[in-house]
């Protein structure tokens, strides 16, 4: 729909560009004329004729109409870069959003296969008296809860498979699940004192930029509309009732005739018309103010969750480093039986959130960093 968008507008621009140039049309007729019952002989006529017009743009309205249409059609091929910017990002954060909702998936397995183990433990451990038939229900509520949950992560997964097959358009084609890329993404380098002029390759600016300079033309075509419009027009015409001899000199007439329309009437419409255009331009500068501001915003946003992402990953993965020690500790005390078998059940369960909570960062980081691309209209490159 963009390019077409495009497309209709490079149209639109080259019927208002041609009004500013000659128009020249051409005619042929012939006339076939018989007497009654036969009483005079058929007579026939050829007429031919060729019929020029030319509008003199002394105060610049055609030349301002055809400049709109111009900046109309530049803010349109804007539009549509802003379209495929906007495809990149969608395909790639629904691309990761797969990425996330399979390694949960996997995650949630092979935690399953863990409680599953430590369930037949606690049941040996039961068979042998070391234990009571409170820590075996407890074993078995991990299983059931940790199955509830992989059952949700794979209704997760088909909608984060569907999501992806709309955006890129092929719904027979996946990322293969054998050989998963890792989850981590590098981050855009930019250079220390990075210049704000790089907004300017925004397309939403660009195109603000270019609606901006077709309003400040359509003004320049309104208030010409109050000046006198000059015509020329002029013709050659021929008749002959014999064909051969229609272009002869004797057969043709010429006439030229130039024409002044001074608006006198219609000065109202005019006024309007210019108090029209004037005011849209003036929303065309706040809409201008209004994307660079929001330019501004959204390269802060991006820049300052950047460290913040990061410091959140990294503290959480010393968590799961000690999380895991925990763990450990404490199954070897509730095999002596210092401990009961509750503290391994809060240990696994931590372990186990921990775990999702790291992929959900490091997605919420793979999506700013695809959030600092859009913003800088399409990433930066040195």
Request: no cysteine; hydrophobic share 40%; glycine share 6%.
């Amino acid at each position: 729909m963009a390019a077409l968008k495009v497309q209709e507008a490079r149209a639109q621009y080259n019927v208002t560009d041609a009004d500013r140039y000659p128009q020249l049309n051409t005619s042929l007729a012939a006339n076939y004329k018989g007497g009654v019952n036969g009483e005079n002989a058929t007579t026939r006529e050829y007429n031919a004729g060729l019929d020029a017009s030319f509008e003199l743009d002394f105060f610049g309205k055609l030349k301002n109409l055809s400049e709109a249409d111009r900046q109309n059609f530049f803010a349109s091929e804007e539009a549509q870069r802003a379209v495929h910017i906007l495809l990149v990002s969608n395909v790639s954060q629904n691309y990761f959003n797969q990425r996330l909702a399979y390694e949960q998936l996997n995650i949630a397995r092979e935690t399953l296969k863990n409680y599953q183990q430590s369930y037949a433990f606690v049941e040996q451990q039961l068979i042998t008296g070391s234990t009571n038939v409170l820590a075996l229900e407890q074993a078995r509520g991990l299983i059931e809860s940790t199955r509830a949950d992989i059952a949700k992560r794979e209704g997760e997964l088909a909608q984060a498979n569907n999501a992806l097959q709309l955006v890129v358009g092929k719904y027979n084609e996946l990322p293969d699940d054998k050989h998963v890329a890792q989850m981590d993404i590098n981050p855009v380098k930019l250079p220390a004192n990075l210049s704000s002029d790089i907004l300017l390759q925004r397309p939403d600016i660009m195109e603000a930029e270019h609606a901006l300079k077709a309003a400040d033309a359509n003004i320049g075509a309104a208030r010409a509309a109050f000046f006198p419009s000059v015509s020329l027009t002029g013709g050659i015409s021929g008749s002959s009732s014999d064909l051969s001899s229609l272009f002869s000199a004797g057969s043709g007439v010429w006439n030229f005739m130039p024409k002044i329309e001074i608006p006198i009437f219609n000065a109202g419409r005019n006024k309007a018309n210019l108090t029209l255009a004037e005011v849209r331009q003036q929303q065309t500068v706040v809409s201008y103010e209004q994307k660079i501001q929001t330019a501004f915003k959204e390269v802060a946003d991006a820049l300052s969750l950047r460290e913040t992402i990061s410091k959140q990953i990294a503290a959480q993965l010393r968590y799961l480093d000690s999380l895991q020690i925990t763990l450990q500790r404490a199954r070897g005390l509730y095999s002596s039986g210092a401990v009961s078998y509750i503290e391994v059940i809060d240990a696994e369960r931590a372990l186990f959130s921990t775990q999702q909570s790291i992929l959900d960062l490091k997605y919420s980081q793979q999506v700013n960093e695809i959030n600092l691309f859009t913003a800088l209209g399409g990433g930066w490159a040195a």
